[in-house]
């Protein structure tokens, strides 16, 4: 195959070295005039971002989990609009790769009016499902820029519908998996090649179809956008625009590293899924900080397994640019240029640097452990700097993909993952607040909770509840924020298939902060059998509006089924119940510590339980009024206190007992050897 090296892949993220001309040019731009151009070209990345989501029928575009980017001529991001991080930095692989290895070839030179599609990861993609369209800008002939447009498509002719199969065991079972490649010339597009790929995906062509031509649409619009710029400011203008954001960018993040401390700091995560079935994963991450260097080392990663939750270097390189983009670079321009100063090591073979062959639809779900590592380095270098109020524990990060597929009650064809649950997950406990309450898609910061009457009208299903699930944050002095609960049934029609990719059954991937609890695990509950349309025909509506006390007091009559959070396809009827959750945020600082009267008003807005309040917070009240009884809360907490103390071991006793511990062998298949996750046996694919 003529795939590209996953080191030498992993090295495009870093900025092209700028030519004499580019530096020349950037020279000339003023400070008046970089200040101003600068937004003009977030300005038109945001109308294209709009005209992108208001094209999509998903409802992960509509969500708006999506992403338009501005390129140099060599593929550098110099600006983006989101949608998800993920999106932007991913985009920028393919288009060096069409340009240092594509156009070299015959026939291949890049021309104005072209349009490129790219879905392999092995190509810089982050999994099949995310799908970028890329244009070349020209001006009077010169190529003087690249824009992408990329989401992620809810089906791709995988093993399983929504193209994230959890059974898939090698990049065969994935379904269409494109290298870049040109779609369209002299800006049309080209029949034969989209016919092929429209049959790819035959259980949701249409929306495929409406969806691909989205992405051209906003890339167009960049191109005419950025072609007038030119026209009024000339192409050395642009030119020396873009080298001049990226020499900002990366001397800022440089000078925002140096205010750190230097240090090694250290962080370890562990997942209970390889998507076809559970085992536990260790994801490693060594933070090195070395005056205005970040040197990501991910060695101590368990090895690569049969499954799907894999991801390539580049792909987690990508999901360790939300975190940075979202939080300790927030305020600088989302570019190349400002993660210069990272760099980044994978030890080949393991589920974070596995083979070509491995299935890695699903490496969002291996790629989330990343996004939780990252804030645990990241907010003990940053907490006594001018960014302490940036420290947070994660957001919480299941990455509850619901994909339901059939045909619609309008009679059309349908794989989709419903968006609701993503975009709800609860933000992290930070230093100095709680966590926001449903705050969104921690790949897509910007995304929005989907109009669950959009989704009925466009899928055959009715929602039953959907409302903030009591008890699903982190508990800490600062709370997690909340996460959700939705429940839903097919409705105009009799059957549709279902199939959930999740993982944080067992144990949560995210972690608490400075001794905040972690968020609950999900379990996967279907209902099957219900007594749920007869009741609602003898017109009872109060017989379902919370989870827990539906599964507690089995207001329904039916079979009740408790399975892991991730499931493989089923088909469900018309009546049957399936529920989904997103996941609440991690806790911060010790819960001892946290604000009784804060603690009550939790109870009082459904978001914890009386049980959590008196048995995990020790807060003591009267149960009808809700008066705090501060003696006595005081008291508690400070026996609690004292038992800690009397429970406490010096280091080495602690350590001497703690080193005998180990998993069952079953929990251990896919682990690697004990502890230290190191190669254990060889992964045959075939």
């Known amino acids: 195959m003529t795939f590209v090296d996953q080191g030498e892949l992993l090295g495009w993220l870093k900025p092209e070295i700028p030519s004499d001309y580019e530096i020349n040019c950037s020279e000339r731009i003023d400070d008046v005039d970089y200040a101003v151009y600068k937004q003009k070209l977030n300005l038109i990345l945001s109308e294209a971002m709009d005209m992108f989501v208001r094209c999509g029928i998903s409802d992960l575009a509509m969500a708006g989990d999506v992403g338009v980017a501005l390129f140099t001529p060599e593929g550098d991001l110099v600006a983006c609009n989101v949608g998800s991080y993920l999106h932007v930095v991913s985009s920028v692989f393919p288009i060096k790769y069409i340009m240092r290895i594509l156009r070299h070839s015959q026939g291949m030179a890049v021309r104005e009016g072209d349009f490129y599609f790219c879905n392999d990861p092995l190509y810089g993609a982050v999994h099949n499902a995310d799908q970028i369209v890329m244009m070349p800008i020209f001006h009077n002939g010169t190529l003087v820029a690249w824009t992408g447009a990329t989401a992620h498509t809810g089906e791709t002719g995988a093993t399983e519908p929504g193209g994230m199969p959890v059974r898939a065991r090698s990049r065969f079972d994935e379904g269409m998996k494109m290298a870049p490649f040109r779609i369209g010339e002299r800006y049309q597009l080209r029949t034969d090649l989209l016919q092929m790929m429209e049959n790819y995906v035959s259980r949701s062509p249409r929306t495929f179809m409406i969806e691909l031509r989205a992405r051209v649409s906003a890339c167009d619009r960049v191109r ?4 007038e710029l030119v026209q009024a400011k000339g192409a050395v203008f642009l030119t020396g625009l873009f080298r001049k954001v990226l020499v900002e960018a990366e001397t800022s993040a440089r000078a925002r590293i140096r205010g750190w401390n230097d240090g090694i700091y250290r962080a370890v995560t562990f997942t209970d899924s390889i998507g076809l079935e559970e085992g536990l994963q260790r994801v490693s991450l060594t933070l090195t900080k070395s005056e205005d ?7 101590g990663t368990s090895p690569e397994h049969e499954g799907s939750y894999h991801a390539f270097p580049h792909a987690t390189a990508a999901h360790a640019a939300i975190y940075l983009f979202g939080w300790p670079f927030c305020d600088l321009p989302r570019s190349s240029g400002t993660l210069a100063s990272c760099e980044f090591e994978f030890a080949p073979g393991t589920a974070l640097s596995p083979s070509s062959e491995a299935a890695t639809s699903n490496s969002v779900m291996i ?8 804030p645990n380095c990241f907010s003990k270098m940053m907490f006594d700097s001018p960014q302490r109020d940036l420290v947070s524990a994660a957001m919480g990060n299941t990455g509850s993909g619901y994909v339901i597929s059939g045909l619609s009650q309008w009679n059309v064809p349908f794989s989709d993952m419903l968006a609701y649950p993503l975009n709800t997950e609860g933000g992290g406990g930070k230093a100095e607040s709680d966590g926001v309450d449903a705050m969104g898609f921690p790949w897509c910061p910007s995304g929005r909770a989907s109009n669950v009457e959009d989704e009925e009208h466009d899928y055959p299903i009715i929602c039953i509840t959907q409302k903030l699930a009591r008890d699903s944050c982190g508990f800490g002095r600062h709370r997690g924020g909340s996460g959700t609960q939705m429940a839903v049934t097919p409705h105009h029609v009799e059957h549709l298939a279902q199939m959930s990719i999740s993982k944080n059954s067992r144990l949560h991937t995210t972690q608490g902060l400075f001794g905040g609890y972690p968020p609950r695990v999900i379990p996967g509950i279907v209902i099957r059998n219900t007594d749920l349309f007869a009741r609602w ?21 039916g079979e009740y089924i408790f399975t892991t959070h991730y499931r493989p396809v089923q088909l469900l009827k018309r009546g049957d119940i399936f529920v989904e959750f997103s996941s609440g945020g991690p806790g911060y600082g010790d819960v001892l ?9 939790d109870i009082k807005q459904g978001v914890i339980s009386e049980w959590v309040a008196d048995q995990v917070y020790l807060v003591s009240y009267h149960s009808h009024t809700f008066e705090l009884n501060d003696e006595r809360t005081t008291e508690r907490r400070r026996e609690a206190r004292a038992r800690r103390c009397h429970k406490g071991l010096p280091y080495r006793s602690f350590m001497r007992d703690w080193e005998k511990l180990r998993p069952s062998e079953e929990l251990l298949r896919y682990y690697g050897n004990w502890p230290d996750a190191s190669p254990n046996r060889d992964v045959i694919r075939m």
């Open 224 to 227: 005419i956008r950025v072609q």
């Open 367 to 374: 790629g989330s452990a990343v996004m939780s590592l990252l």
């Open 537 to 557: 025909q003898k017109g009872d509506r109060e017989i379902l509006h919370d989870i827990h006390d539906l599964i507690m007091n089995r207001s329904l009559s």
């Open 593 to 601: 510590e946290r604000d009784a009267h804060s603690v009550l008003a």
């Open 293 to 299: 260097r970040l040197v990501f080392d991910f060695s």
